[in-house]
């Protein structure tokens, strides 16, 4: 993994709505099912997955704790 971190994303723009999703213009693979706040996870091999979260300000404090928030 090269980049974990927590951004706004748009899901009906980005990945064409709700649900297990495949992203439009190298937007990678989503995972979301409500809000706008995922984690980004940006490998070696130039794949991306977005995790949805409806808490991104825990999920940068435990990124953060164990050494995994990388932008």
Do not use: C, H
């Amino acid at each position: 993994m090269t980049k974990s971190f927590v951004r706004q994303y748009s899901a009906m723009t980005e990945y064409g709505g709700w649900g297990l999703r495949l992203g439009l213009f190298g937007k990678g693979t989503a995972f979301n099912v409500s809000g706008d706040k995922g984690l980004q996870l940006e490998f070696t091999n130039n794949k991306k997955l977005l995790i949805g979260t409806n808490k991104p300000e825990q999920l940068i404090e435990t990124l953060s704790k164990i050494g995994q928030l990388k932008q």
